[in-house]
T-cell receptor, first 118, second 113 residues
Framework: AQKITQTQPGMFVQEKEAVTLDCTYDTSDPSYGLFWYKQPSSGEMIFLIYQGSYDQQNATEGRYSLNFQKARKSANLVISASQLGDSAMYFCAMREGLSGAGSYQLTFGKGTKLSVIP | DTGVSQDPRHKITKRGQNVTFRCDPISEHNRLYWYRQTLGQGPEFLTYFQNEAQLEKSRLLSDRFSAERPKGSFSTLEIQRTEQGDSAMYLC???????????FGEGSRLTVL
């Protein structure tokens, strides 16, 4: 089974509107971290936001927030007030194991291509 | 610029040739990773170094692939006897630990003809 599932190959959003990008994950490890990255056409992966499995509150970073529903194993990214520069591929990723122990590798989903319409 | 840098950015080679990519991580980061990304897919983990020690290798890393980080600073990824299936973007990333956030370079795109 895939560890990270992103079911939306592509999404469109009107400029200044909010958009939610879906991500579900699969792990039996109680300690894990969830990440979202943005990949513009230039190719560089840009870190957006992180949520730890024991974090009580949903993570927020500026216009990005992570809707973390642990029981449902979902970690959706919410982008508020979309801008034209938000058009890019967005990847959800997971690291299993506590910080300082276990593997540091990230497992990525297949991504969602977001297009912001003026 | 203090980010992760990769060289070359683009490489076109003929099948059977050897290629080498270099990655210079962020200077204070002790962890370095190589990932491969093919068209339409997310990055796939290849290997991981902590300082100069190669601690993990993916099954994707066949015996034609070798990675080194000789002094715990820059790293090289060599592919011997390239095949068309090796055509991909090779991404390098570094981190210092903590939450495990990875800082990526812009990648080295390999095309094998």
């Amino acid at each position: 089974a895939q560890k990270i599932t992103q079911t939306q190959p592509g999404m469109f959003v009107q400029e200044k509107e909010a958009v939610t990008l879906d991500c579900t994950y699969d792990t039996s490890d109680p300690s894990y971290g969830l990440f979202w990255y943005k990949q513009p056409s230039s190719g560089e992966m840009i870190f957006l936001i992180y949520q730890g499995s024991y974090d009580q509150q949903n993570a927020t970073e500026g216009r990005y927030s992570l809707n973390f529903q642990k029981a449902r194993k979902s970690a959706n990214l919410v982008i508020s007030a979309s801008q034209l520069g938000d058009s890019a591929m967005y990847f959800c990723a997971m690291r299993e194991g506590l910080s300082g122990a276990g593997s540091y590798q990230l497992t990525f989903g297949k991504g969602t291509k977001l297009s912001v319409i003026p | 610029d203090t980010g992760v840098s990769q060289d070359p950015r683009h490489k076109i080679t003929k099948r059977g040739q050897n290629v080498t990519f270099r990655c210079d991580p962020i200077s204070e980061h002790n962890r370095l990773y190589w990932y491969r990304q093919t068209l339409g897919q997310g990055p796939e983990f290849l290997t991981y170094f902590q300082n100069e020690a190669q601690l993990e290798k993916s099954r994707l890393l066949s015996d034609r692939f070798s990675a080194e980080r000789p002094k715990g600073s820059f790293s090289t990824l060599e592919i011997q006897r390239t095949e068309q299936g090796d055509s991909a973007m090779y991404l390098c990333a570094s981190s210092w630990g903590g939450t495990g956030e990875l800082f990526f370079g812009e990648g080295s795109r390999l095309t094998v003809l």
